[in-house]
């Protein structure tokens, strides 16, 4: 072949005497091929050390090989919050190993999900990532509707029926929660996520589970609800220790509202852990680095990225059924408890 240029699956057919349809339906192992057609593709391939790429793939599989991972959350959340950063890296991972891109998509008003919309409309993507599921969020419903395989980050409640991974919630609460009752502490006050996501209410149940199962009554006064910000936790925190100043101790359902308690704590000159007890859930980065180091519930949410996307992936290029994975969570004790 003269000068440099990269050969095309065109020049690939040319070479082999077949139509580009053939060639393609050989790059993707397609049995629609005769024997004599695949070793003529297969030796013109070698000769001209050719590589498929996507466009050439997409002729018979009717696919792009790529992905929207979809944020309906500010680019401020999204740059603020540990959470996102390693989805992100897990679901990057994962696609790179089945060759498949990735585009971030953040939908935060109308006309961005009118772009969504377009893109899925167009086939531009073979599948969805939904991150940050609110139960009146009506994307999930939308997609399916369309018929674009989707895994959620999460659940929108006990009856999913979409793919989703999560981490359990409520056992990793239910374990926070009893490491506090069992360290003597017996007002234990909780910071919740957004009560109309099924993480927040999962949480939430399991600071519930823990008062039960130790029979020690749980004081609805102690429930405040967090929107999994810093500033939020600040709010809740301030509205807590108003109403119940003898509180000894603080669920937080998010590293970063733990951030945003301590804080609060710490200008309300209450001691961590001699007075009030903190922990967090997540075991992000900042649970290491805050004063006092933070006891947490580890999730994996590099994890939870990788499986989401080898679950679309699945689904997408191998015609694999819906799945739904709950992973384990850990308590890592710090000195904050």
């Known amino acids: 072949m003269s000068g440099n ?4 699956i065109k020049t690939v057919a040319a070479r082999a005497g077949v139509g580009r ?3 393609s339906r050989v790059v993707n192992g397609s049995e629609l091929v005769s024997a004599d057609a695949r070793a003529r593709v297969l030796a013109a391939i070698k000769e001209l050390n050719y590589v498929p790429n996507s466009v050439a793939r997409g002729l018979v599989t009717n696919r792009t090989n790529a992905v929207a991972l979809v944020i309906p959350e500010s680019e401020s959340r999204l740059g603020s919050e540990p959470f996102f950063a390693a989805l992100i890296r897990g679901v990057s991972g994962a696609l790179t190993e089945s060759r498949t ?13 009118d772009q969504l919309t377009e893109t899925v409309a167009a086939h531009r993507v073979d599948g969805v990532l939904l991150v940050s599921v609110h139960a009146d969020d009506r994307l999930p419903g939308m997609l399916e ?4 395989p989707t895994v959620l980050a999460g659940r929108r409640d006990a009856g999913e029926q979409l793919s989703y991974v999560d981490s359990d919630n409520a056992g990793g609460a239910t374990a926070a929660v009893r490491h506090l009752l069992h360290r003597g502490r017996r007002r234990i006050a909780t910071i919740t996520g957004p009560l109309d996501m099924d993480v927040g209410r999962s949480r939430l149940a399991g600071w519930r589970t823990a008062h039960r ?29 108003e109403r119940a100043p003898d509180l000894d101790a603080v669920f937080a359902a998010s590293d970063l509202m733990a951030v945003g308690v ?23 980065v900042l649970a290491r680095h805050t004063a006092p ?33 709950t992973l384990p969570t850990e308590l890592v004790v710090r000195e904050s408890s």
């Open 293 to 325: 180091p933070l006891t947490t519930v580890r999730q994996p949410v590099e994890e939870i990225g990788r499986t989401m996307a080898r679950i679309l992936t699945g689904i997408t290029q191998r015609g694999e059924p819906r799945q739904q994975r």
């Open 262 to 284: 301590l804080a609060e704590l710490r200008r309300q000159r209450r001691r961590v852990p001699d007075d009030v007890a903190v922990v967090g859930y997540e075991d992000s």
């Open 5 to 8: 240029r990269r050969p095309t």
């Open 213 to 241: 199962e130790a029979g020690v009554p749980a004081d609805e006064l102690l429930v405040e609800e967090g929107d999994f910000t810093e500033e939020g936790a600040h709010r809740a925190m301030r509205s807590l220790l």
């Open 101 to 113: 891109q990735l585009q971030l998509m953040l939908v935060r008003d109308q006309a961005e999900r």
């Open 145 to 148: 509707e369309m018929g674009l």
């Open 21 to 23: 349809t053939t060639v």
